[in-house]
């Protein structure tokens, strides 16, 4: 108990300190920002997939966004994606892929900027997310490579492609779909130790195939506490409690991740990462939410457990005290604090050092 009060006062003192430097001016952002994942980080991938049935492209998300716009982000306003990048300095995201495909005349210089493949309801696994037509981790790397060949045709050298590449910052979130899908499948194809063994050697797979590509500096979320989202509380357990065999697969997926980003990062010489236990943060947020604001850790603020947020849901008002804007994912403000723990936490939270360090940044 004492062990994780002090992890709850050290967040809470670098969340403090954090929102204080906010206004000094940030250090150099990193040459390009890529990012993969699912709706943690969709900042409108989805959008561009007229079949795809994750989407959100309509209100009330985005209600808080510039605009009230609802910009395909699964949020009130700015995501976890948002957040991170607006601590490295940058005015806004890296765009979808899938947009910047769509902008032949801006595609080449947009690149080298960076670029969001993330696509909500995909998963580690090439079959997540398929009945609801979303771009895998798989395909979203193919993508990636489609954009590392556009850089080598405009630089003409593999090894200058190399050295961008090389400066740029991966950041990766997903995992969470692929156990929802699993636990939500009456008919286990496989056990759970062999769920979790094939999910954790295919996420090795497309961090290899990522680094064979050039990249170099890796910044990694793994899967938060989602048995104790509204979506795990009102179809898993009925009675508003945490749904336990969720949270013990996020939990695992955490130190399987760890484990083994630190023995491949053993065998190369020039790859830097640093990994998120968003588990922990997530349970350090909730454990002392009133000192972060938070009112309501338990209650979707835009919809239900059961019902998703669109323009016919009631959705609450003071959503800044809500860490859950629909079913499944985080308020602006869970977000942010979120992207300042991951900026400013030390060990465990933040393994083997927090994005702050990883990048070289102050903020």
């Known amino acids: 108990m004492a062990k994780t009060c002090f992890h709850g006062v050290f967040v809470s003192i670098a969340v403090t300190s954090l929102l204080l430097l906010q206004a000094e001016a940030p250090s150099p ?68 892929f899938l947009y910047l495909v769509n902008d032949p005349s801006n595609f080449q210089k947009n690149i080298l900027q960076g670029a969001n493949f993330a696509s909500g309801g995909s998963g580690v696994l090439r079959d997540t997310g398929k009945a609801k037509r979303v771009i895998p981790l798989e395909e979203q790397i193919q993508q990636f490579s489609t954009i590392r ?38 008919s286990k194809p496989m056990s759970l130790a062999e769920f979790n063994a094939t999910l954790i050697s295919t996420y090795e797979y ?13 910044g990694i979320l793994t899967v938060p506490p989602i048995g104790c989202t509204p979506f795990a509380r009102a179809v898993f357990t009925g009675n508003n409690s945490c749904f336990e065999p969720a949270q013990a697969m996020a939990v695992q997926f955490y130190f399987d991740v760890a484990s083994s980003l630190e023995q491949f990062s053993s065998t190369v010489q020039d790859m830097k990462y640093s990994v998120g236990n968003t588990f922990l943060m997530t349970g350090v947020l909730t454990g002392d939410m009133l000192a972060f604001g938070l009112k309501n ?37 869970a977000s942010e604090l979120v992207a300042l723990t991951l900026f400013g936490a030390a060990e465990p939270i933040m393994v083997p050092m927090n994005f702050s360090q990883l990048l070289g940044v102050n903020i």
Not at 209 to 217: M, S
């Open 297 to 333: 850790i338990a209650a979707a603020c835009c919809g239900n457990g059961t019902y998703g947020c669109n323009q016919t849901a009631s959705f609450c008002s003071n959503r800044d005290e809500y860490l859950f804007w629909d079913q499944f994912h985080p308020t602006q403000r």
């Open 29 to 96: 952002p990193p040459p390009a920002v890529y990012i993969f994942g699912d709706s943690t980080l969709d900042v409108g991938t989805n959008n561009f997939i007229l079949e795809c049935a994750a989407r959100a492209d309509f209100y009330f998300n985005g209600i808080d966004f510039p605009y009230s716009k609802p910009t395909g982000r699964f949020s009130n306003g700015l995501n976890t994606a948002d957040q991170i990048v607006r601590l490295l300095g940058l005015k806004k995201s890296p765009p979808p």
């Open 149 to 186: 060949s556009n850089i080598t045709n405009m630089t003409g050298s593999e090894e200058t492609t190399d050295k961008i590449l090389s400066k740029a910052f991966i950041l990766i979130s997903t995992g969470s779909n692929d156990m929802f899908e699993y636990l939500l499948n009456l």
């Open 206 to 218: 497309h961090i290899k195939t990522l680094y064979e590509l050039g990249a170099r500096t890796f």
